[in-house]
């Protein structure tokens, strides 16, 4: 069965210090990978996706930045941490296929509550 | 472009009472629906999808392409259905994405 990790479950950085998150899907090949970000009273923002190794698409623009070294890689990256990068990050999967039609359905891991201080 | 409205922040029901969450939406197109949960200390988790047409731990949900709307019913709520619930739609093309609602945190009181 596929599984998904996260880690580190929580961290505490300074103002300007670099971040990496790094997330991890087990039991699958080829997937989408997704970084959310989950605010209170905001639902879940989408920040990048990727469909494949070294495909990366941003949402929207900020200061962090995501890669995918491997196919079941999904790190996400900061070189100088703000305030308002304070959040929780959650890490999502999905099938990866289009054919006959879509599977939609994403998984998600159990996130990462980071706080800048 | 697609947008999912889930108008309740906060919604608060006795425990055996029905209930419902709302959820709206706008989509050029035929739409996938999802109701995701969130207990607490738990992960986010897909709870059903329009196209199964299911009911799970009681809950159920039609899509009324009319409305456009989907919202998730339960004739009894127990005290264990509290938890966050986000409702999501089928994004755009490619990479199947999903847009989610604000959500709206459900308490079931005793």
């Known amino acids: 069965s596929q599984t998904i990790h996260q880690w580190p479950a929580t961290l505490v950085q300074p103002v300007g210090s670099p971040l990496s998150l790094e997330c991890t899907v087990e039991?699958?090949?080829?997937?989408?990978l997704y970084w959310y970000r989950q605010a209170a009273g905001r639902g879940l923002q989408l920040l990048f996706y990727?469909?494949?190794?070294?495909?990366i698409s941003s949402e929207v623009p900020q200061n962090l930045s995501a890669s995918r070294p491997q196919d079941r890689q999904f790190i996400l990256s900061s070189k100088k941490l703000l305030l308002s990068d304070s959040g929780f990050y959650l890490c999502?999967?999905?099938?990866?296929?289009?054919?006959?039609?879509?599977?939609?359905?994403?998984?998600f891991g159990p996130g990462t509550r980071l706080t800048v201080t | 472009a697609q947008r999912v409205t889930q108008p309740e922040k906060l919604l608060s029901v006795f425990k055996g009472a029905p209930v419902e969450l709302k959820c709206n939406y706008s989509y050029s197109g035929s739409p996938e629906l999802f109701w995701y949960v969130q207990y607490s200390r738990q992960r986010l988790q897909l709870l059903l999808r329009?196209?199964s047409r299911e009911s799970i731990k009681g809950f159920t949900a039609d899509l009324n392409k009319g409305e456009t709307s989907f919202h998730l019913k339960k004739p009894f709520a127990q005290e264990e259905d509290s938890a966050m619930y986000y409702c999501a739609l089928s994004g755009p093309k490619g990479a199947q994405k999903l847009v989610f609602g604000q959500g709206t945190r459900l308490t079931i009181n005793p």
């Open positions: 329009h196209i």
């Open positions: 990727s469909v494949g190794i070294g495909q």
């Open positions: 999502a999967w999905n099938p990866g296929r289009s054919f006959p039609t879509p599977l939609y359905e994403q998984y």
């Open positions: 039991g699958t090949s080829n997937p989408n």
